[in-house]
């Protein structure tokens, strides 16, 4: 399909912009032409990461990463100059994040883009239907157009009562330091020196509630900051599941690691707030995220293709720099909330370069386990899991038994969840919210707990772990660290020895993890400033720390391998050393 656009340069399709029509009710009408939009566009990357970087054993600095890695200036240039004919205004391009920020009205991106807007009568809703057009000349260039359509993207992956009642905290449900207790968590650290990030949807906090929490567990109230992404504030008040969440997130994540700080980035619920969310998230500075954790999601079926492979490129940044990102893998079981009789799985929980939380029922005696099974009311509350079908199985997980699909045609793809913890609302989570207690559940608290723990263990460890999942599959597979989840099902997929598509490799033994961690495996490249001892490197050439979490290790020159397409490191013979 193709088409005429601006000064009559052919239009071709964006790949993976289809849309469906929107599943809304009240009549569409189209957009009225006058009202401004702004829209984000994702261009392709200067050079693909390496397997060496997204595998973990390469981290990168900011500053190497967006000049290797981030969009092509030319790039850059080029969609300013498409903006600028099409009689859109940029407002914001971002090197490291690939990210051109542009505005205009409906109609000037409508001419843009080949698209027709059309509009809620009387709201704020738009969508558009079918697929995205760019003119000839930027195919490859850009990789995703998003704010066009605004319609909600995601669901918060936790469960509410229907009585929120405020109640006081009884033995029966589990607060972050029950969790951490139960789950082994190291002591002797707090997260000081990490830094937490949680991505919201909507919702929002009252200090007092934080407050009223945190004291009501014996634990100092971490530093909390908000930052607006796209507009989007914190607004607690206007929907009582998104406060709730909101609440869930910080108050687990900071009652497990209360030394460290906690950010929040809100952002409106669509497609694009939800992957300037996660970009902003990755690549603040400012804020520096060591460790991000998100709750909210929806089954792949209702994401574009191009805006999955977006968010999971973000997420892949996140590897790159050394942070961790844990997602929750939803509260429906092996459908996904999705009424056509198939499995479906969560994104982005499903994202290869994320680790997916899945659900377990978790009883306890003190401090000690009793029983712990998968998470399955059965009555439509279970913990989400399965096989996915946008992602190919990666190749750490080949050796982990993902099984094939049970949807017709049986695929072969990324195993999800990969880890787990307890999410049943009974017994549940206390959170603090709305002036007083009450219990929640869903796989919303293991994400944050998740990420809680893994801000003690970087500051144990004195370093970022990064992406997770090469490691818990690879290097430290069979070490220890988790405890195997054996009994129960989500639906279409049962529970059993080793990892399964219920709760992945099982919750976590913390100190048993870092005890894996900790162990004399190679672990990562980190790049060093001090160069003395080296003399002057050349061009390409770069210091690199090579070495494990127990600091035992080299230093070493490597230098980028000019005819390598991904713009890999080869150890430079003339220069390697150690020190």
Not at 30 to 35: I, S, T, V
Not at 71 to 97: H, K, W, Y
Request: hydrophobic share 40%; charged share 15%; glycine share 14%.
């Amino acid at each position: 399909m193709s088409t005429e656009g601006m000064a009559d340069e052919e239009l071709v399709e964006l790949a993976g912009s289809h849309r469906n029509r929107a599943d809304i009710s009240g009549a569409l009408v189209d957009a009225p032409a006058d009202d401004v939009v702004a829209v984000t566009i994702v261009l392709r990357r200067k050079n693909e990461l390496p397997e060496e970087v997204t595998s973990g054993r390469v981290r990168l600095s900011r500053q190497d990463f967006a000049s290797r890695h981030g969009a092509d200036p030319a790039d850059i240039e080029r969609v300013q100059a498409f903006a600028q004919r099409g009689d859109l205004r940029v407002v914001q391009a971002d090197t490291a994040s690939r990210r051109v920020r542009v505005e205009g009205t409906v109609a000037a991106l409508q001419r843009a883009f080949g698209v027709r807007l059309q509009a809620v009568a009387g709201g704020t809703l738009r969508v558009r239907e079918g697929s995205i057009m760019i003119p000839a000349s930027l195919q490859g260039v850009v990789v995703g157009v998003f704010g066009l359509d605004n319609r909600p993207q995601a669901d918060p992956h936790i469960v509410m009562p229907a009585d929120i009642t405020p109640a006081p905290i009884t033995t029966a449900d589990y607060t972050a330091t029950d969790l951490a207790a139960l789950y082994n968590f190291p002591g002797g650290v707090n997260g000081s020196g990490q830094t937490i990030g949680i991505i919201e949807l909507g919702g929002g906090y009252k200090q007092a509630d934080l407050d009223g929490y945190f004291s009501g567990i014996g634990v100092a109230t971490p530093p909390v900051t908000s930052v607006s992404v796209d507009g989007a504030v914190n607004s607690p008040g206007s929907d009582a599941n998104a406060d709730g969440e909101v609440a869930l997130d910080i108050e687990v994540a900071g009652g497990c690691a209360p030394g460290a700080n906690v950010v929040v980035y809100f952002a409106p619920n669509t497609d694009q707030g939800f992957i300037d969310a996660a970009s902003t998230a990755v690549h603040n500075q400012a804020n520096g995220s060591t460790v991000i954790s998100i709750s909210w999601g929806s089954a792949e079926v209702n994401w574009s293709a191009q805006a999955m492979q977006a968010m999971d490129q973000v997420f892949a940044d996140a590897a790159a720099l050394g942070i961790s990102v844990f997602v929750a893998a939803a509260d429906h079981g092996s459908g996904d909330n999705v009424s056509d009789n198939l499995a479906h799985v969560d994104f982005p929980a499903s994202s290869p370069n994320a680790t997916g939380c899945g659900g377990t029922h978790l009883d306890s005696s003190g401090n000690t386990i009793t029983d712990e099974m998968v998470w399955n009311d059965n009555d439509g509350w279970a913990t989400g899991g399965g096989v996915s079908d946008q992602f190919a199985l990666p190749a750490w997980q080949q050796n982990a038994g993902v099984p094939a699909s049970v949807n017709p045609g049986n695929r072969v793809g990324r195993g999800v969840p990969d880890a787990a913890g307890a999410a049943d609302g009974s017994p549940g989570f206390r959170i603090y919210v709305n002036g007083g207690f009450t219990t929640v559940g869903g796989t919303s608290g293991v994400a944050p707990m998740w990420a809680g723990l893994t801000a003690l263990l970087n500051q144990a460890l004195g370093h970022g772990i990064g992406g997770l999942n090469p490691l818990i599959y690879g290097r430290q597979a069979g070490l220890g660290g988790f405890h195997d989840v054996t009994v129960g099902n989500n639906g279409a997929y049962a529970a059993g020895p080793g990892w399964d598509a219920c709760t992945g490799l099982g919750s976590p033994d913390g100190n048993a993890l870092l005890a894996a961690l900790q162990g004399p495996y190679p672990m990562m490249w980190q790049p060093m400033n001090n160069t003395a001892g080296f003399g002057n490197l050349n061009d390409g050439q770069h210091l690199f720390w090579i070495g494990d979490f127990t600091g035992q290790g080299h230093a070493q020159v490597l230098s980028t391998t000019p005819t390598t397409a991904t713009g890999g490191w080869e150890t430079s013979p003339a220069a390697a050393g150690s020190m």
